[in-house]
């Protein structure tokens, strides 16, 4: 259930007023639920119950540290991109023994901190990654945990002929080609191989793709383990999709129940890295009107949140939904676009929408817990948000908002 309810005709997240919080924090400010991230978490953990399993929350959602934290008193481990997010998942208190390491682009020393610090497993996305990690481990005498990320092609169904397109897939290495580079992993001193690993994609409403992969990986392990290689866990990725507006989302219990009916009696740790499926529904942007802009043909609300703010809209033509923090019983509702003050036609965060609302009114953008704030950029010298957390009838501020100072830090004049 939303955490974001009406309630004596006002929005509230949990049993704290959307007003209250703008007026104690400001605006443009993110505001998530407690109570929904752990619900969300749960759901993964309680369907994998007698199943070793280690669900790894994707940082690059929402990788506010009290968000970490959160999930991290859960018990999670974490999928992290950077060095960046492996030092806000230590600084949260997460395990680095239930770390993740994905992304195609690390770089020696991101490889040397997170080898020093002892993460569960690097997800080697390239051949070159591979020698480099295998270098990087030798000079420090140590063993790097892997596995690979393959892509395991499931549209390859409807598109047989697309494979040369593969090679030029930024992501993972292409499946068929995997028992190859784990024959070479396997030959490496300092390389450990640990599991499988694959992504494939996000905001899947349709689960059967899931499937499909889990198929391929698992006929990839028997290829292995004939090749005398085993794998002792398989990462299944994130990308469980969300209800924005009008989908029905897949539950994460179901997924996870089909997942485990597929492995069978296998003895392998299942691993999962969703991110927007525990933190997108679990956050809003509240934003405030500035004005309204009344033309003969397009009504305009300027509000106080940009797309440097949410660039979900601007960026995929994402719809979210825009609701009133205090609904206006009477006065005139009109169609609106919903745009910031950025100097950018492509500044909206909705467009089209009916609404009764008058200057300093308050709305919040649903569903922009995930890929919202971590998204967020100073154009335009525009500080960033705050962000605030609410757990029950307490509401917490987890990054004030930038000043001016901060969007100056590091800058210098010339002598
Ligand atoms: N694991 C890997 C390797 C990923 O690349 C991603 C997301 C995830 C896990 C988490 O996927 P999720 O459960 O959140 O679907 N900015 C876009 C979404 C980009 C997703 C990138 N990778 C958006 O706002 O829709």
């Known amino acids: 259930?939303?955490?974001?309810?009406?309630?004596?005709?006002?929005?509230?997240?949990?049993?704290?007023?959307?007003?209250?919080?703008?007026?104690?924090?400001?605006?443009?400010?993110?505001?998530?639920?407690?109570?929904?991230?752990?619900?969300?978490?749960?759901?993964?953990?309680?369907?994998?119950?007698?199943?070793?399993?280690?669900?790894?929350?994707?940082?690059?959602?929402?990788?506010?540290?009290?968000?970490?934290?959160?999930?991290?008193?859960?018990?999670?481990?974490?999928?992290?991109?950077?060095?960046?997010?492996?030092?806000?998942?230590?600084?949260?208190?997460?395990?680095?023994?239930?770390?993740?390491?994905?992304?195609?682009?690390?770089?020696?020393?991101?490889?040397?901190?997170?080898?020093?610090?002892?993460?569960?497993?690097?997800?080697?996305?390239?051949?070159?990654?591979?020698?480099?990690?295998?270098?990087?481990?030798?000079?420090?005498?140590?063993?790097?945990p892997i596995s690979i990320r393959v892509n395991p092609d499931v549209d390859a169904k409807t598109h047989p002929y697309i494979s040369t397109g593969l090679r030029d897939n930024k992501f993972g290495i292409d499946i068929e080609r995997a028992p190859e580079v784990y024959r070479r992993a396997a030959s490496l001193p300092n390389i450990k191989i640990k599991g499988v690993d694959c992504h494939i994609g996000s905001q899947l409403i349709d689960t059967s793709p899931f499937l499909d992969a889990l198929e391929r990986v698992l006929k990839l392990v028997e290829v292995l383990a004939s090749m005398n290689i085993t794998i002792s866990h398989l990462d299944l990725g994130g990308g469980l999709g969300v209800?924005?507006?009008?989908?029905?989302?897949?539950?994460?219990?179901?997924?996870?129940?089909?997942?485990?009916?597929?492995?069978?009696?296998?003895?392998?740790?299942?691993?999962?890295?969703?991110?927007?499926?525990?933190?997108?529904?679990?956050?809003?942007?509240?934003?405030?009107?500035?004005?309204?802009?009344?033309?003969?043909?397009?009504n305009f609300a300027i509000i106080d949140a940009a797309m440097n703010d949410m660039i979900r809209p601007a960026l995929y033509s994402a719809w979210m939904d825009l609701m009133a923090v205090q609904p206006r019983e009477d006065g005139v509702s009109r169609s609106y676009d919903f745009v910031g003050p950025v100097c950018e036609t492509g500044d909206f965060l909705a467009k089209d929408r009916e609404l009764c609302i008058e200057e300093g009114d308050l709305l919040a953008l649903a569903s922009s817990g995930a890929y919202g704030f971590t998204m967020s950029s100073n154009y335009n010298s525009r500080g960033r948000a705050a962000e605030v957390m609410?757990?029950?009838?307490?509401?917490?501020l987890i990054r004030a908002r930038e000043t001016v100072t901060d969007l100056m830090r590091g800058e210098t004049l010339l002598p």
């Not at 949990?14 to 752990?38: D, H, N, Q, T, W």
């Not at 749960?42 to 119950?49: P, R, S």
């Not at 757990?391 to 917490?396: A, F, I, L, Q, V």
């Open 1 to 144: 259930m939303s955490p974001f309810h009406y309630l004596h005709g006002e929005l509230h997240a949990e049993s704290v007023p959307l007003s209250k919080i703008a007026e104690e924090f400001g605006s443009p400010c993110y505001v998530y639920s407690r109570a929904y991230l752990e619900q969300r978490f749960t759901e993964y953990t309680e369907a994998l119950e007698g199943q070793d399993h280690l669900v790894c929350y994707a940082v690059k959602a929402n990788s506010n540290i009290a968000v970490l934290n959160v999930l991290a008193r859960l018990g999670a481990g974490f999928d992290i991109v950077s060095s960046g997010e492996l030092e806000r998942v230590l600084a949260a208190g997460g395990k680095p023994d239930r770390i993740v390491f994905s992304g195609v682009g690390k770089t020696a020393a991101e490889m040397q901190r997170a080898l020093e610090v002892g993460i569960h497993c690097f997800n080697v996305e390239s051949e070159a990654e591979l020698e480099r990690l295998n270098s990087v481990a030798e000079a420090m005498n140590v063993k790097a």
């Open 243 to 298: 209800r924005y507006r009008d989908e029905t989302a897949p539950d994460t219990g179901d997924y996870i129940r089909a997942i485990r009916a597929k492995l069978g009696e296998r003895k392998v740790t299942l691993m999962f890295e969703p991110g927007r499926s525990i933190a997108a529904n679990a956050g809003v942007l509240l934003t405030r009107v500035e004005y309204l802009k009344l033309n003969e043909h397009k």
């Open 390 to 396: 609410v757990d029950g009838d307490k509401c917490h």
